[in-house]
């Protein structure tokens, strides 16, 4: 009897037959960070369907998409991979735990239900292997906005009586998810709120534009300033969501890893700007167009220093695969994870290939070796993943990577991407687009 599809991801692995030159061009898909906050937001209208173009098959899809179903609405993944949500009849407030466990971004459905219902009851995330994941931010979000929430029994409750209220917040740090929830809370406050020391990461800005074309009032997205104005009420509408810069990032750093020549098709310049000048620093040549941006090295590479911050910062989700990179360079370098208290899990794995890297506090201090050399390693997270599949195409022999659960977060259909550079690399299991589609039909 066939497993289900968990059962076979989590036996499944990755074989890759490392030390080829990735050479051609690969096109990036949607993005996961600008889907998932969308396909919540999507709830805030109160008629009409929202058709998010674009969207990733990704796992996350899929949790998200149980997530708003759980709560009333219906998700459906048309044939062209469009997902459409209607929410316009919610039926419930309450996160089931089950749901919420598998992804951190069920806290976003917050924002939305405050300011549908009065109400929320969301599972407190609980942390996970890169950190502890708090997000009192979003509850001073809430709060600001005239909410009274509390935490009972691993749950986030929020009520307000009447209307959210216009207020202005500033927030401690930097926070995506605090930004995104108070931004889509504010949507239907009455009068203006004001976030200050918002997010500025390009998900946000893709946000705020999908919620002005439902009938809201933000401006200032992608500063440090956003100002809402509520409104009375929200439609559902089409929106095709940037481009994956994460998914862009992974596959510039495989061309640079395997010293290759490789243009990544729909990578957009001014998401991408600190990793192409990290790139540039270390000896790559990185060339941008209007369609996308050519990643190639014809020289030895060498040793650099980073530091990850919010945008337009280094990207903490691109630190593992740097990383990975930096092993394989000569010399010295020094990378600083500012973000998060414990995204070096991916090390770990990385010195069973020959890396050489010491960890201290955030700073991990990499020694560049001639060759990594092929080995059996796990994943533990979605970048750290990320991070193995890149040094197995750097390594001598044949790498196996396993924990693809993780893979499938973040990554749609990598192995064929791959192979169409020229990578050796196959696959236990038989497929990569979870075998249960989102309300395919
Ligand atoms: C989003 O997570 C992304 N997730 C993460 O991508 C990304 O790493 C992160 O932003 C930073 O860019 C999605 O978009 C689904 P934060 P989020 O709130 O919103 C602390 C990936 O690999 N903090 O900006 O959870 C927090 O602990 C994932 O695709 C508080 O202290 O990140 C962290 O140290 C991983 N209190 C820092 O802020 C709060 O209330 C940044 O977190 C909220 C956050």
């Known amino acids: 009897m066939r497993a289900d599809h968990t059962e076979v991801l989590l036996l499944s692995n990755m074989k890759i037959r490392g030390g080829r030159r990735l050479t051609g061009t690969v096109r990036v898909d949607g993005a996961k960070n600008a889907v998932s906050p969308i396909m919540l937001a999507a709830m805030l209208a109160e008629s009409g369907e929202s058709t998010i173009e674009d969207a ?58 405050l300011a549908r219902t009065g109400q929320f009851h969301v599972p407190l995330p609980g942390g996970c292997n890169i950190g502890e994941r708090p997000v009192d931010q979003h509850i001073k979000g809430f709060e600001a906005l005239g909410a009274t929430v509390s935490i009972e029994h691993g749950y986030v409750e929020g009520h307000v009586e009447g209307r959210l209220r216009g207020a202005r917040v500033y927030f401690d740090l930097v926070s995506v998810g605090a930004t995104i929830n108070t931004m889509m809370a504010a949507t239907l406050a009455e009068g203006v709120t004001v976030i200050e020391n918002a997010a500025k990461e390009p998900e946000v800005v893709d946000l705020a534009s999908y919620l002005n074309k439902m009938g809201a009032c933000v401006r200032g997205a992608g500063t440090d300033i956003i100002r809402i104005e509520g409104v009375e009420r929200l439609e559902g509408v089409t929106h095709t969501v940037i481009p994956d810069r994460i998914e862009a990032g992974t596959y510039m750093i495989a061309a640079a890893i395997t010293r290759g020549d490789v243009y990544v098709e729909r990578a957009i310049y001014n998401h991408l700007s600190s990793l192409c000048a990290k790139l540039r620093e270390a000896g790559v040549t990185v060339e941008d167009d209007i369609t996308g941006i050519r990643v190639s090295v014809d020289r030895e590479l060498r040793a650099i220093d980073l530091k990850t911050l919010p945008h337009p910062g280094f990207p903490t989700d691109l630190q593992a695969q740097m990383l990975a990179l930096l092993t394989t360079v000569p010399g010295t370098s020094i990378i600083t994870e500012t973000l998060f208290e414990n995204r070096y899990m991916h090390v770990s794995e990385l010195r069973r290939m020959g890396a050489d890297v010491k960890i ?82």
């Open 56 to 113: 990733p098959y990704l796992t996350d899809m899929d949790h998200l998409a149980d997530v708003v179903r759980a709560l009333g609405g219906t998700v459906e993944r048309r044939s062209n991979g469009a997902l459409v949500v209607d929410a316009s009849h919610l039926t419930g407030t309450t996160v089931p735990y089950e749901l919420a466990r598998k992804l951190r971004a069920s806290i976003w459905a917050a924002g939305p239900l």
């Open 360 to 441: 201290e506090g955030r700073t991990a201090i990499v020694e560049g070796v001639r060759e990594l050399t092929s080995a059996q390693v796990n994943a533990t997270d979605l970048r750290a993943a990320a991070a193995l599949v890149l040094s197995g195409l750097a390594a001598e022999g044949e790498t196996t990577v396993s924990g693809l659960e993780h893979l499938d977060r973040g990554y749609s259909r990598l192995t064929e991407k791959l192979r169409a550079l020229g990578a050796h690399i196959t696959r236990s299991d038989d497929t990569e687009i979870p075998l249960r589609l989102v309300g395919a039909n």
